[in-house]
């Protein structure tokens, strides 16, 4: 205890130079926390992107479906209908997929459009893209009395459009669209669709191809026959990717199951990056940090250079003296680190509440084809305030042994006789 009191009183001798060193790593600090609240916060959100979205946290495909994508490759039904039955029961969500290209037209324009048979309901259940029509609305849900589907008050087949695609066509809600496609006996499949919502930014994919109709318009449309092409899984947060693959490894026996990681290598590969990103702008803002503790330690040695000799004549050992100007720093660095902290959560909160928005810059912000939200919000993690704290410790204490070791290693005789 008596070493802590002597280190604190010593702190103060020169109040204004451990002030400004104090304000220095407590700026530091906070950066630091805050900054690492943000990158977290666009790291989640980009997962968020992905596993919520659309992607989900596990997929289900044929074997070789990925390299070929082709129509002809469904998942086995039998696989299919385990995997279904086994994601029920281990409480993750599953949405089936029908894949297949086509044209689409309306009015004198034209595009190809990849045709995504899907569930509205099993959708809307797993994912939040139902919940992103920037304009009307997702396929709806069957009629309970009849089954049929309606919109507007008649019947209708219905079509959602991703964004870039309904700009190309100059389709709107309402817009009738002309869909032309190769079926799966060989014939000419074409059908006539009203265009129900059009979706807002989901990624670049989705955004510029995607046309969304019921599974049993697909069906009909493509005489798919109840083809399968893909399965997504969404635990929606209450399980990790691997551990969603781990509990449906053996039901997808005869299929591929893969998580998104192995899907958006990419995206996996850049947010595990942001990890060694944050630490490398750690390391100059702990290097500026040690700079100026080790100026002011050199500063306050120089200045006791009498002290520090009287007591080794008195037989104070240079462990001891090292000892002393590293809890000097330690305690300086412990105080400063304490302001820094509460400013640093203040300056978070402020990032998590409000958030920056980005949307001034224009458009969308696409990240390996995954469109980010145009507020980036800060997220903590108890790591993200405990590792800059601990780590500003230690620079501080580091920074203090050169200054240390210079005063043990001072020679008595000439300190007591230093001007």
Not at 146 to 164: A, F, H, I, N, W
Not at 213 to 240: K, N, P, W, Y
Not at 411 to 417: E, G, N
Request: hydrophobic share 55%.
């Amino acid at each position: 205890m008596s070493t802590l009191r002597i280190a604190w009183r010593n702190l103060w001798r020169n109040s204004r130079r451990t002030w400004i060193t104090a304000a220095a790593i407590a700026l530091n600090t906070a950066v630091l926390i805050a900054t690492f609240g943000l990158m977290r916060g666009i790291v989640v959100d980009m997962v968020r992107q992905i596993t919520l979205l659309s992607v989900g946290d596990a997929v289900v495909h044929a074997e070789g479906y990925r390299q070929e994508r082709s129509f002809f490759k469904p998942i086995p039904a039998e696989v299919a209908s385990r995997v279904l039955a086994a994601s029920e029961a281990a409480g993750v969500r599953a949405a089936p997929r029908a894949f297949g290209f086509g044209l689409v037209s309306s009015g004198s324009k034209s595009s190809g459009a990849m045709f995504w048979g899907v569930d509205a309901a099993a959708e809307r259940r797993a994912f939040d893209l139902p919940g992103r029509a920037a304009e009307g609305s997702f396929l709806s849900l069957p009629d309970e009395r009849g089954g049929g589907r309606t919109y507007l008050g008649r019947p209708v087949r219905e079509l959602v459009l991703g964004r870039k695609l309904a700009k190309t066509l100059q389709a709107g809600v309402g817009a009738e669209i002309v869909a032309v496609v190769q079926a799966g006996d060989g014939s000419l499949g074409n059908e006539l669709f009203t265009v129900t919502g059009v979706l807002g930014g989901v990624g670049e994919e989705i955004d510029r191809s995607a046309a969304f109709i019921h599974r049993a318009d697909f069906d009909e449309l493509f005489v798919a026959d109840g083809r399968v092409h893909q399965i997504a899984l969404s635990a929606r947060g209450a399980l990790t990717d691997a551990e969603v693959v781990q509990r449906l490894a053996a039901a997808a026996r005869g299929a591929e199951l893969v998580s998104w990681r192995a899907l958006l290598p990419a995206v996996s590969d850049m947010t595990r990056m942001f990890d060694a990103m944050m630490w490398i702008f750690a390391l100059v803002f702990l290097l500026a940090a040690g700079l100026g503790v080790t100026n002011t330690m050199l500063m306050a040695t120089y200045e006791r250079i009498r002290e520090f000799g009287v007591l080794k004549a008195l037989g104070r050992s240079p462990w001891g003296i090292l000892r002393d100007v590293a809890v000097e720093a330690w305690l300086l660095a412990l105080s400063a680190t304490a302001i820094g902290l509460v400013v640093g959560l203040a300056g978070s909160w402020y990032l998590w509440a409000r958030g920056i928005d980005m949307s001034s810059l224009g458009g969308d912000i696409v990240v390996q084809g995954v469109t980010m939200n145009n507020v980036w919000r800060a997220t903590l993690v108890p790591m993200d305030v405990v590792g800059p704290v601990v780590a500003m410790w230690l620079a501080c204490v580091l920074a203090s042994l050169y200054p240390a070791a210079r005063a043990a290693r001072i020679d008595p005789v000439r300190a007591m006789t230093h001007v």
